[in-house]
């Protein structure tokens, strides 16, 4: 029987460049929180680049746009670290470098192969599916969750 684990995929549009010195107060504390992050039960992987971080892969046309992306587990351990951890102090300030989010999602989950490492596009396709049709076994949220694969 194949595993999967839990692949999330998020975006947010910065106020400012991210050299900006108004972009300090987020920028100084991603290596703290990616390191939370890796320590956390039921982490797995995230993605980033040579730089530690994933701040300077560039998805879109939009240079301003940050992808975030990682791998856990289950939902369980990524909503304890987003919601329950010191994340959630860097999240609780998030207006002060980032636009408000829009109707629109901005993560997407789905359910990958445990033995294979999903790239940015593919989060980028699964956040365009769910913008598109909604949650379902192909793209959805810590809302509206599906079961794994059997």
Do not use: C
């Not at 320590?39 to 046309?61: H, M």
């Amino acid at each position: 029987m194949r595993e999967y684990h839990l692949a999330q995929y998020n975006i947010a549009r910065a106020l400012y460049p991210l050299d900006d010195e108004r972009m300090h107060g987020f920028m100084s504390q991603l290596d703290a929180v990616n390191a939370l992050a890796e320590a956390a039960p039921g982490f797995v992987w995230r993605l980033k680049s040579d730089s530690g971080n994933s701040t300077d892969i560039q998805l879109y046309e939009d240079a301003r746009i940050v992808v975030n992306m990682s791998v856990w587990t289950d939902p369980d351990t990524l909503f304890e670290y987003t919601y329950h951890s010191d994340h959630v102090k860097v999240f609780a300030d998030r207006h002060q470098w980032f636009e408000r989010r829009t109707k629109q999602a901005s993560l997407v989950l789905w359910w990958h192969p445990a033995d294979e490492t999903p790239s940015g596009e593919e989060g980028k396709k699964r956040l365009a599916y769910l913008q598109e049709h909604g949650p379902s076994p192909h793209a959805f949220t810590l809302k509206k969750r599906f079961d794994k694969p059997s």
